[in-house]
């Protein structure tokens, strides 16, 4: 890729000259449709992003967002999202690994301690060998490097589907934790004069010019051609960086900072300085280097790994090489801010004289990139064209599809203990975690501490390719919904979300209209819902020979709830069971079965199910029923329907019996509809006056003692107990044991 020839016109016209080498490569990364959102960016004004909570909003590295609190202290916490979707394509295992450090790394630069990771993982028909190859190594990749650094991965998705095949998708999102309102730091630089540092990693020629190699789509060769312009992860060096960012922040050494990205040194240090409306003078000769006779343009975009760059007040620069020598970290001066232009500089030949490599306006290198402006043709959806297939068949074929088995065999791979504060472990809807101390001694300061009446944080990331194949916006209004629904499930309140927009070639009108589609279906739940979008990133160009990904918006959303317990999704076997806005189900009438997996498994088709009218109103009321004393048992109602709920409440100690009405019964076990929960409840009128007015309430039978789910719908009845049901589960550990 190079610089287009229109993009080249424009930088002649403000540079008044021909760029150099090295600006013409800068513009090239920070002009890309990964950098500058060129496609996208028109689309994002969708998003309500403001909120009395939202103390930073989209455009830093991370968003920062304040817990609610009845006092004069405030906590914050950081929330943010990256794709690494082609480099994990390439080196499953590096690409899905530095995705990781990456995101820890933006959530560093906000000031913030980590404390918890959501990876949502995306892969072609698990029945191939390549998408099980690609699937195997992102999953070692994220453990490895989570695990490694001590962060704790605690929540996330997988999914499978045809349109993978050639370009898998990796997005992972990162918590942190912000103490004390004084810790917050931003990438705004503050003032001419400060001493910029670049600290972590030596510089290498991995990555070089992974930006731009991000916004191309992948070749049929991209496995071993593109290889260089995927990172190498260090973990062990990004845990020590993770250390001593925590003291430079407790010592109140850092005006700014800017994690090492796309672009390498050349993206961050001119973003740096382009938001304070301010220049700098960088010297690329003084960075750190890993290898030898690396020319000025290598140092300068290379995208090495576990590398940070700190604004820093002179008169503290030797402090911060203490601190970064005292971690086993190198530590260059690489320059200063200044009042003029982006400048960057290295020493040539004999007589050492310096070379003016880059010298233009930091705002122009960094925003003025001209938007796309591009074709859109709308989606449609299919029409009714169901398969007539027999209760049992379908559960047991719904059941063991990869998309609705168990993930056990992938959040197993991942440290979630770390750090002692997750209450509510992954396989569940959402997770939940106590806010308590962060930093390095949190773990020895949680464990000395009985305090349980703190916040509690629930987690939820996730989205649903089928939804939003078969029905771009209502699937992406879904997926919005539907994360909501799991951290309700646990007795928590939406507070924020970041999204990470996935889709294919934008110069497709197709493929455009339906990346719209989920931008504008995501923002509208949203706004319902009155969860403010913070942040969030966008992949374009997830294309290969095989096709277009499906749009895909990843959503991570967290919400807040009193305390750290929250009910089960496992039956307790004591009480009534309800479902819980489920419109179909309570009218006994026919329902709609777009993008769900029974018509994945069948192939069928049909439009996509109706979402509640009401759903902030329903998510408010999920939340506190959850809650209540006499609930023993809540699980949202999600992929594969009703009847894989319910398989996945039952455990060797508690099944249910249960009776589904109508002459509609598969269409009611198996739609997708968001937005339901199933609760046991020893009080059902309870739960149905607290719903009164807000969604239907329907009881479906009782949990038991027996460890067996007994469902009779229609004319058909099935009695399958709780090892059969686990081994139909258990598609995927099965076949990678």
């Known amino acids: 890729m190079t610089l287009a020839d229109s993009d080249r016109e424009l930088v002649v016209a403000e540079l008044g ?91 560093l630069s906000m000031g913030a301690y980590p404390i918890a990771l959501a990876d949502s993982l995306y892969f ?124 430079l922040i407790d010592e109140n050494l850092i005006e700014s900072a800017r994690d090492l990205g796309a672009a390498g040194l050349g993206g961050a240090s001119s973003e740096m300085v382009a938001k304070g409306d301010l220049g700098a003078h960088i010297k690329l000769d003084k960075v750190h280097q890993r290898e030898p006779g690396m020319n000025g343009l290598e140092i300068l975009i290379s995208e090495s790994q576990e590398r940070m760059c700190y604004e820093v007040d002179p008169e503290n620069v030797d402090r911060v090489q203490e601190i970064a020598e005292r971690y086993d970290l190198g530590c260059s001066v690489i320059g200063e801010v200044t009042e003029g232009n982006y400048v960057c500089t290295v020493t040539e030949g004999e007589d050492q004289e310096r070379e003016t490599l880059v010298d233009v306006d930091a705002e122009f290198l960094g925003e003025g990139a001209p938007m796309n402006d591009l074709t859109m043709e709308e989606p449609t959806q299919p029409a009714r064209d169901l398969p007539d297939i027999a209760l049992t068949d379908a559960f047991e074929a719904v059941l063991s599809s990869p998309n609705t088995a168990s993930k056990q065999w992938v959040y197993r791979q991942y440290d979630h203990e770390v750090q002692v504060r997750t209450a509510v472990a992954p396989g569940d809807d959402a997770a939940v975690l106590a806010v308590r101390e962060a930093g390095i001694d949190a773990a020895e300061a949680a464990s000395d501490s009985d305090d349980e009446t703190g916040v509690g944080l629930a987690f939820s990331s996730g989205a649903d390719p089928n939804w939003t194949d078969a029905a771009p916006y209502e699937g992406a209004r879904a997926v919005a919904l539907e994360n909501a629904t799991n951290v309700a499930a646990k007795g928590a309140t939406p507070l924020a979300a970041v999204n990470c927009l996935n889709g294919g070639n934008p110069e497709k009108s197709d493929v455009y209209g339906g990346f719209g589609s989920i931008v504008d279906g995501l923002a509208d739940m949203c706004s319902t819902l009155n969860t403010p979008v913070v942040g969030g990133n966008v992949s374009l160009y997830n294309d290969s020979p095989s096709g277009p990904i499906p749009p895909t918006p990843t959503l991570a959303l967290v919400g807040t709830k009193d305390g750290y317990d929250a009910p089960s999704l496992s039956l307790d076997g004591t009480g009534e069971l309800l479902v819980v806005g489920d419109y179909a189900l309570a009218q006994a009438t026919t329902a709609r079965l777009g993008g769900s997996e029974y018509l994945a498994q069948f192939d069928g088709s049909d439009t996509f199910p109706t979402l509640p009218e009401t759903p902030d109103e329903l998510i408010e009321t999920i939340a506190a029923v959850a809650d209540a004393e006499s609930t023993c048992a809540t699980h949202d109602v999600s992929h594969g329907g009703l009847a894989v709920t319910l398989a996945e409440m039952v455990t060797a100690d508690a099944g249910a019996a249960v009776e589904i009405s109508g002459p509609n019964a598969t269409e009611l076990l198996f739609h997708e509809q968001a937005g339901r929960v199933v609760i046991e409840t020893t009080k059902p009128e309870q739960v149905r006056d607290a719903f009164d007015g807000v969604a239907p309430v329907t009881q479906i039978g009782r949990a038991t003692d027996s460890g067996t789910l007994s469902l009779s719908a229609g004319d058909s009845t099935i009695h399958v107990d709780d090892d059969t049901i686990a081994e139909y589960r258990e598609t995927i550990g099965e076949e990678l044991a």
Do not use: M
């Open 17 to 107: 000259r021909e760029p150099t080498t090295a600006e013409a490569a800068l513009f090239e990364n920070l002009w890309s449709e990964h950098c500058a959102y060129r496609s996208s960016r028109p689309l994002l004004s969708a998003f309500d992003s403001e909120d009395q909570q939202v103390v930073v909003g989209p455009g830093d590295d991370a968003a920062v967002v304040a817990l609610p609190s009845d006092g004069d202290d405030k906590t914050y916490i950081t929330l943010g999202i990256e794709s690494h979707n082609h480099p994990s394509y390439v080196d499953p295992f590096d690409g899905a690994a530095t995705g990781v450090g990456g995101i820890v790394r933006d959530t």
């Open 124 to 247: 072609g028909d698990f029945d191939r060998e390549h998408s099980r190859y690609l699937f195997e190594g992102v999953v070692e990749g994220i453990s490895h490097y989570g695990n490694c650094i001590g962060v704790p991965t605690v929540t996330g998705s997988v999914a499978f589907h045809d349109d993978y095949e050639g370009n898998p998708l990796v997005n992972v999102a990162c918590v942190g934790l912000i103490e004390d309102d004084d810790r917050l730091v931003t990438a705004e630089a503050q003032e001419p004069g400060n001493t910029l540092v670049l600290v972590g990693n030596s510089t290498g020629r991995d990555g070089l010019g992974g930006a731009s190699f991000a916004s191309e789509d992948l070749s049929e060769d991209a496995e071993t051609e593109d290889r260089p312009a995927v990172q190498v992860g260090d973990p062990y060096t990004e845990k020590l960086l993770i250390e001593a960012n925590e003291r």
